[in-house]
């Protein structure tokens, strides 16, 4: 009878494990903590004519520094450079960052040791009041004492149309689906929204988007475009 008794509580245990799997409840992939845009938008469609690029690098770039200059110094060092290597109108001012060599200890994870290294200063594209994210169109400068990288990607464009964007409700849809033009690998979900806005997204090509300002279960600040068109 031992047996049967011991198959009786398997069968029970089982049931359990079902009635506990089948409450539950499935955590959702996006929270919403901002208004969606309810007004109809038109964007403009561009083609591309062309594309500028130009870089520089010097040999110093990883060298650790004494000291670096203050953030607006670094920053006019920036601008008399791009003042000589052409700074377009439409480059807006994104992000000034101090970037530092770390030294780590292996075992106990702790950081030991900090040397300056250079002040990066990025722009990115703004076309007619819309923000462009993506890596298509971007320029960045680190500077020390004087300019040691610099890097210019930046499409030329030609106004061909204007036409009526999707409704943002729609593109939070396609985001919660997934549909996303730059999603990163092991997206951590669920996404917290914070802005969405309408502009493009700027790779190979340009791409009218909505953007969505959010943060990860990791705590990693994105820019998520899903296409508004």
Not at 118 to 133: C, E
């Amino acid at each position: 009878m031992r047996v049967a008794y011991i198959a009786i509580a398997v069968s029970i245990a089982l049931s359990l494990v079902g009635i506990a799997t089948s409450f539950t409840i499935d955590q959702p992939r996006v929270i919403l903590k901002t208004e969606i845009p309810e007004k109809p938008a038109k964007i403009s469609l561009y083609i591309q004519k062309g594309e500028e690029r130009d870089f520089y690098i010097s040999d110093d770039l990883m060298k650790p520094k004494e000291s670096l200059p203050s953030n607006e110094t670094a920053l006019k060092i920036a601008e008399e450079f791009l003042t000589k290597r052409g700074l377009p109108d439409d480059a807006k001012l994104t992000t000034i960052e101090r970037v530092e060599l770390k030294g780590l200890n292996v075992k106990t994870g702790e950081i030991v040791s900090q040397k300056p290294l250079f002040v990066s200063i990025k722009y990115k594209r703004t076309l007619n009041g819309f923000p462009v994210v993506g890596p298509g169109d971007e320029i960045e400068v680190a500077v020390a004492k004087d300019v040691l990288y610099f890097s210019k990607k930046w499409k030329i464009l030609e106004r061909v149309a204007d036409v009526n964007a999707i409704p943002a409700s729609e593109a939070l849809k396609k985001l919660e689906k997934g549909e996303i033009l730059n999603k990163p690998m092991g997206l951590a979900y669920p996404i917290t929204i914070h802005r969405i806005e309408l502009g493009y997204y700027s790779e190979k090509e340009l791409y009218p988007a909505w953007i969505f300002h959010c943060k990860d279960s990791a705590g990693e600040d994105l820019k998520l475009a899903v296409g508004a068109i």
